[in-house]
């Protein structure tokens, strides 16, 4: 009996060990692995720290190790003791069920377009904007970024639909809609998914045209309380500074121009120096979260700090988010989601005027055109370059001003879903959206005189100090009520969702101003100033919405797909007998890889082919768009003379009294497919997207009382179509080193069908060159229509020799060195009839490049986004309209002489060069987004320091840019008449940062 218990003994032992993962580069604890005995049904799983511990017999050689969404990892045990094991992410599975709209479903049986951006692409980057991060994640997204602090990149998804509509991509943060997630705090983020094709969008409906992105904030796990801190700290410059002529160049080039030397100084100002600055940025997040099998929840808060790089200009955000839900038995649960924000951007440039000659574009078109020969500020006194310029000091521009942007903004949300049978599931939610914002801006007073410029004179003077102050709120909220059904029967799985929906927007705002305000901050009250200059006004808006919605899914055993949808939504936007609008949609899909006569090839791991077409709208219109306004007791003198003046009404604002919504039609096509054991998988996807009634201008009869003559009418027909390509490499070379590759590109051509009896719609002013753009049949939407150069005028003779067919002299006043311009329609003048296509900002193409690596504990990441055969309008050149404006460096060196008879560059001139091709330039560039490199430490070290988990990583973003254009950046958002157009963009930033996420 005692031989066969030692006998027995030596054939059991005992394994233990931990599970892990890594999150971004670090360390975390897995809880609920599988643990199993190879070739046996003997196992364990992993507790809440993730240790297990399991008894072998001598004859076990193998662990396994699997969790839903990871790679399964098998051990050989050998005559180990302790395996520790670090699965991996399997992105097939983690991708297997998405969030669509109203609910979720497998990808593997999506009919529609859709993209998903985890939220661990986010957190690699020192983004302040979740969206910002997108750019070059996604094909069939554009995103066309800003370096300004609070401000929000603009997206595209799938070119432009629209000339006045709004093109704002529908944001959906757990459940509640919005147009704007600038305050929502990157590190609350776990997953983003872009519904990009009409049949994807169309269960929002008048709310899809421009794609949907559905945001999902994270939640507590079940399991002891976690925190986490994540911190970055970085510095900030601009990137990119167009060089100006120093004092010395500055000197030849005015004496050639203008035939008079400036004055002598011993000053070389660089102006941009002077309003520039590196600056400092922070972001620091704490993290609570637990939970248990009833309830779970999620506590974040989150600082971040941006100081900007224009000098007293400066962005702080204070969130804060407390997520909850709550089991009550296995029928019922409810939860809630909610976030504050809070947030101040100091010197606020794109919200008021803040300078004595006018807006903030000032700030910048002054740095670019102010002498340098002038000194900024000498012992508190301003260098007085309006004494010699029409230019403000734009030192002083930004001093002599305060403005200050505070928001408060709360969104949440909170549901109870019910599950009486398994196969059916009801929900309501109802979420609102909140915000308050106060914007004040303080003038002070200042004179033309020796108490503030070293030289007295000039016109850059602010005689009264003024106060303005405008208080602004806004509250939406949104009431969804659902069911979804979920049948399998054999081989024949059905779902079907269907509900109604509510929501409702209201808005206001009131602003009041003085002048003769102190300049003492304490004292910055409306009431405090003088009351005969008080202004005010307001203003708001209302609306709402009801909706019917359904969405039907069937799959016949995996491999034949359908899904139907249709929404109606009504609105008060629209006049009553069009406020009700159908949305529909179908997508079909065919698995063939799944069919039994591919079993047996070795080629593709997945094959896929699917195509959609459905109906979306655009809602981003005036709630007033049907309503005419009419100003009434205006005096009007039939005869001519005011004495015998009658009064009456006159129609000031024209509005379209059947208008409807902005409906886009679009057809989808893509072939999806897996190779390599699924190393390599892709997607290959062709869009048709039209919208047959887009709003323009359409003229109309009108009396000679009416001052419009113009009215926004369903006119246009603006199509886009395109093709788009995503390519995705995953492997590991050995079991320390793997690495990830991530390629996408969009070729998009947009272009306007017809106007349908509409006026071309014309945009982009710069200054005495009148708009820049055009909207006409044929072209793409806001294209550029200028003059086109055909070289420079060597000499007088040349200019006398340009003639049109009558023998006038088509440009009788150029001289050598002047530009000459083509008459394009033969008429002998050179004026706007000759403008004519020379390009668009829409770029035939953008793409974008992303590579991962992991070896051992390092992780490395890099982002890559460029586009290519677009143009941009160099409007910064178009405001030198005076002879002793600075220039641009190279300009001084390549202008047009007698000995270098330049044809690009004219002779020294004294500004005010009309609109031409000249300012057209290349808008193509490759960008290295983010390069990132991070170290985590091993699960040794963390368990002496009492840590999760610890990872160390230096990052940066915008770290350099590749493109020929002369200006700041090629990346400059408006609207799409007016996009493309340099005038007072913010320079794109350079970002080096370092930053540690440690888990406790």
Known sequence: MTAISTTLAAQVRMVKGKVTTLEGGKSVEMPGVNVVIVGTSKGTTTDIDGSYSLELADSDKELSFSFIGYTMKTVAIGGQTVIDVVLETDTQQLEEVVVVGYGVQKKSDITGSTANVKGDELYKQPVLTATQALQGKVAGVQIISSGQPGSSPQIRVRGVGTTLGGTTALYVVDGVLTDDISNIN????????????????????????????????????????????NNSVGFRQASNLVEMANSREYSNYVQAATGSAPPASSYNTNWYDVILRTALQQNHNISLSSGTDKSTYLFNVGYLTDEGIVIDNDFKRFTMRLNNEYKINNIAKFGFQGSYANSVNQN????????????????????????????????????????????????????????????????????????????LTVKSSFGVDVRNATNRVYNYQFESDESTFIIAGGNQRNPQSALTVQNSQAARWVWDNTFTINKKINNHEITFLGGTTAE????????????????????????????????????????????????????????????????????????????????????????????????????????????????????????????????????????????????????????????????TEEFDFAI???????????????????????????????????????????????????LEVALNWKDKINENLSYTINANATFNSNNVLDLNGGSPIAGGGVGSQGPVTNTNVGQPVGSFYVLKTIGVFNSDA?????????????????????????????????????????????????????????????????????????????GKKGVRILGTDNIEKSVVYSRWTSANRSQKEPAANTGNLPASDYFVESGSFVRINNLTIGYSLPPALLTRARLSSFRVFLTSQNLFTFQDYTGFTAELPGSVINSGIELTAYPTTRTIAMGVNIGF
Do not use: C
């Open 186 to 229: 990157t590190a609350d983020i776990v997953d983003m998914n872009i519904l990009k094709d009409a049949s994807a969008a169309a269960i929002y409906g008048s709310r899809g045209a421009n794609g949907v992105i559905i945001i999902t904030t994270k939640r507590g796990k079940e399991g002891k309380l976690v925190i986490n801190y």
């Open 348 to 423: 606020g440039f794109n919200n008021l005027n803040i300078d004595a000659f006018g807006s903030v574009g000032s700030v910048y078109n002054d740095a670019y055109r102010a002498a340098p020969f002038i000194p900024s500020i000498v012992n508190g006194k301003y260098g007085n370059t309006s004494s010699y310029q029409n230019v403000g000091n734009p030192l002083l521009d930004i001093k002599n001003n305060s403005v200050k942007v505070k928001e408060d903004r709360i969104q949440g949300s909170t549901f109870i879903e019910l599950k009486p049978l398994s196969w």
């Open 504 to 663: 409702s927007f209201e808005s206001s705002f009131i602003s009041a101003s003085r002048k003769d305000v102190p300049a003492d901050p304490n004292l910055w009250y409306i009431g405090v100033g003088d009351a005969n200059t008080s202004q005010n006004n307001g203003g708001g808006d209302a609306w709402t919405r009801n909706s019917y919605l359904a969405r039907l899914n069937y799959s016949y055993n995996g491999k034949y797909l359908l899904t139907a949808t249709v929404r109606r939504d009504g609105s008060s936007r629209l006049p009553s007998a069009n406020r009700w609008q159908n949305y529909p949609s179908v997508g079909l899909a065919w698995v063939a890889s799944r069919e039994p006569f591919m079993q047996n090839q070795k080629v593709f791991d997945l094959l896929k082919i699917r195509a959609s077409y459905g109906k979306v709208g655009n809602d981003q219109i005036d709630s007033d768009s049907y309503t005419n306004v009419f100003t009434i007791n205006l005096p009007y003198a039939f005869n001519g003379y005011n004495s015998s003046a009658t009064n009456g009404a006159r129609k000031d604002q024209f509005k379209d009294t059947e208008i409807v919504w902005e409906i």
């Open 672 to 722: 999806e497919f897996g190779i390599l054991d699924s190393k390599l998988t892709g997607e290959i996807n062709y869009y048709d997207k039209k919208v047959n009634n887009a709003l323009i201008f359409k003229g109309i009869r009108h009396t000679i009382l009416d001052i419009d003559h113009n009215v926004v009418a369903n006119a246009g027909v603006i199509q886009n179509k395109g």
């Open 798 to 874: 040349d200019v006398a020799n340009y003639v049109a067919q009558n023998g006038k002299i088509i440009q009788p006043t150029a001289q050598a060195g002047d530009f000459k311009y083509q008459d394009l329609n033969g008429d002998g003048i050179i004026d706007n009839k000759d403008r004519q296509y020379v390009g668009s900002y829409q770029p035939v193409a953008y793409f974008g490049l992303n590579l991962g690596a992991n070896y051992k504990r390092w992780d490395f990441n890099i982002s890559i986004y460029g586009n290519v055969g677009n143009k941009v309008y160099n």
